[in-house]
């Protein structure tokens, strides 16, 4: 039964490869536009390569208050970062880094994978 929260995330891993890139085209992420969707929209997801999920991240948990700017910056314009970032949200710089993602722009992935 627990499983069947999974089901969502799996759609999400259909759309992966979109978060570095975006075409512009009618159904390109406009990060002023809020999606609705089962993710909050302010709240910093990491997606984990192991599991094959996006996670709410635990600290911090909300991107819109993030200290490294490269992060916060590029979250809010794009709705996804690769990096690490301390607990603190501070950067760490790139090597291994995580993907991640605002919730607003996991609602907009599930939005466009459910017209496509």
């Given at each position: ?36 969707g089962i993710y909050q929209a ?75």
């Amino acid at each position: 039964m627990k499983y069947l929260a999974l089901i969502p995330l799996f759609l999400l891993l259909m759309t992966i490869p979109s978060l570095a890139t975006d075409d512009g085209g009618d159904d390109a992420y406009i990060s002023t536009t809020p999606y609705p969707g089962i993710y909050q929209a302010d709240r910093l997801y990491q997606y984990d390569d192991r599991e094959q999920i996006w996670y709410g991240a635990k600290r911090p948990k909300l991107w819109t208050t993030l200290p490294c700017d490269q992060a916060r910056t590029t979250l809010r314009e794009r709705g996804s970062w690769t990096g690490n970032l301390s607990d603190s949200g501070q950067c760490l710089g790139d090597a291994e880094a995580p993907t991640w993602a605002s919730g607003n722009y996991l609602n907009y992935l599930t939005e466009k994978n459910d017209r496509d």
